[in-house]
């Protein structure tokens, strides 16, 4: 039996110990997570917690729709075992039951075939196991990604792992299209926090006479790395520093019991930049659950 649960009923401590032994297991899902990087979130529980669904979701005009925030690539069903076909498609059911219209995400180890009453797209994700030796990964990077990495130890910039989550969204605001606004800013600044004040976040780049040109986080959860947020100013561009970012990454947790995710992409020339370093593509589901015109 599946139960809807509001955001404040959810036993938090049995939630996050099934993602902690789920196969699944990734970042997004832990409510902790969930509290600071969306609006609102409620949740779908089967057998008094023995599979989970967490539904993040917003309201306009009365109207409640499971939306998907930014920086949570996948949810989805996730549980202590497996997820059968079967018990997906008793989730999905249930999301149709209490949502009538928006855009959810599964994860890439919610299978299922045929036809599940709603329209689907795939998306591409990227991990790189780092269980082995940092050699055995190195053989198998590509020869356009070992010319880049080789490119990126030559001249005059400082390697550093001990940037400032502070510097790294400075320079991404600076350099990408993301919002500007104080707003957004402190919103991510908050959710970024809260991965360092829970499992924790590596965040590597360099500089060029004391000034970041290039910078990743990696954010840790019981199993995964998952490449958060990365930025390269024209410099860092130039000197391909995020190659050396990603490698020197590879190499300091080579033989630990990683899973590098990349968060992956559907653009061409992101996607070889991953998969450069030996990362395998998964496919994961977009549902849209029907279209839903919210102007103003």
Known sequence: MIQFLERQDIDVNRWNDVLKSSPSETLYAYSWYLDAASDNWSAMVMDDYQFIMPVPWRKKYGIKYAYHPMSVQQLGVFGTEIVSADIL??????????????????????????????????????????????????????????????????????????????????????????????????????????????????????????DIQAAAMFGFSKSRAIYLMSVSNSRGKETRAMFRIVDSFIRDYSGKSVLLDFEGSNNPAIARFFSGFGARALTYKRINIKPLNLRG
């Open 89 to 210: 498609k008793e989730f999905l059911s249930s999301l149709k039951r209490h949502f009538k219209f928006g855009d959810y995400r599964l994860n890439s180890q919610n299978l299922f075939e045929g036809e599940i009453g709603f329209k689907t797209s795939d998306a591409i994700n990227h991990e790189l196991n780092l269980n082995n030796s940092y050699d055995d990964i190195a053989k198998k990077y590509s020869t356009n990604a070992a010319r880049n990495i080789r490119k990126s130890y030559l001249g005059n910039l400082e390697f550093r792992t001990d940037i400032e989550l502070d510097e790294l969204l400075k320079l991404k605001i600076e350099h990408s299209e993301l919002d500007k606004s104080t707003q957004f800013y402190d919103w991510i600044n908050l959710l970024y926090s809260t991965v360092i004040e829970n499992y924790g976040a590596a965040i590597y780049g360099v500089k060029l006479d004391g």
